[in-house]
């Protein structure tokens, strides 16, 4: 970003900030604290530096894809960059824990301006989606947070540097703690088959299957139940995803198979519906092993979301699909 744009959008921001309060003069930034006052505060260390934050903030921004983790603290923002139904489909599962919330835009290039407007006292991102140059903005907003995070599936590492942000830790282990007894009801339940059931992670897209890995949310939750990968997706260059054609259907194969289909917009939905149906019925697909043992799961959208309550709807579909039938 140029020096001048970088100018013009402070100048933006002070002028919708100072609007959005009467006139009021903005708040100092996130790395500075007026020592007159008296208000306790906590600092946080975080992916770019310490921030100071009020004891009990009340008007929190979420950005990057950390929607999830705040709900299940039992905080709900005034503003995320996932609302259900704006810029994404797939956060569906969240709407019966959703109050009144605004959508600041995409979550690679939030709104600066709707997010000044919204004037939070707490703003939460993760590095993997906020840069730099972003959180010397944001922080001219409100004190900000940028979790050290660099792929979904470090939902647990956000969990714990959000808890600290909000002053939920106590929260947060109770959280991590009832996930991690699940994961050892299920590995008790699965017994010795957990180690002979290998799981594979696809989604269908237009064009093409990714296999999600164990940098993903869901393939860290696969990790973390025990439950091995086939031998194609081991060690792999890129830990996250791989994307492959028709003519590697081969490296899906398991015993298991669980896959969706995701798009950000519906005609791109309908699309990806239309691949999974000649998928079903291309002579490599059906000759998987996983489809002719009928261990084929189609699941919905939260598996590729991220944080607790996303971890515990794949899990309710591990003991579903893995255990009960």
Known sequence: MSKLRHLLIIGILTFVFVSA??????????????NSSTEAVRVVKHAFGETKISMNPQRVVVLATGLDTVLSLG???????????KYFRGYDYLNNRLGEIAS?????SPNLE?????EPDLILGAKAWDSQNNYNLLSQIAPTVIAEVETSGEWERMLNKYAEALGKTDKAEQILADYHARIEEFQAQMGDR???TEVSIVRVLQDGLNIYLEDSSCGAIVADAGLPRPP???NPQNSF???????????????VIFAWTFASDQEMANEAQSALKQLKADPLWLKLNAVQQDEVYEVPNYWINMGPIAANLVLDDLFKYLVEE
């Open 241 to 255: 995803s791989m994307e492959i054609g028709k003519e590697s259907l081969y490296k899906i194969d398991g015993d």
């Open 75 to 85: 905080v709900n923002p005034v503003g995320s960059t996932q609302v259900p139904g």
């Open 194 to 196: 957990l180690k002979q």
């Open 21 to 34: 309060c009467g006139g009021n003069a903005p708040r100092q930034p996130s790395s500075q604290v007026d």
């Open 104 to 108: 600041v835009g995409h979550l690679d």
């Open 232 to 234: 194609y997706q081991t």
């Open 114 to 118: 709707v997010i000044a407007a919204l």
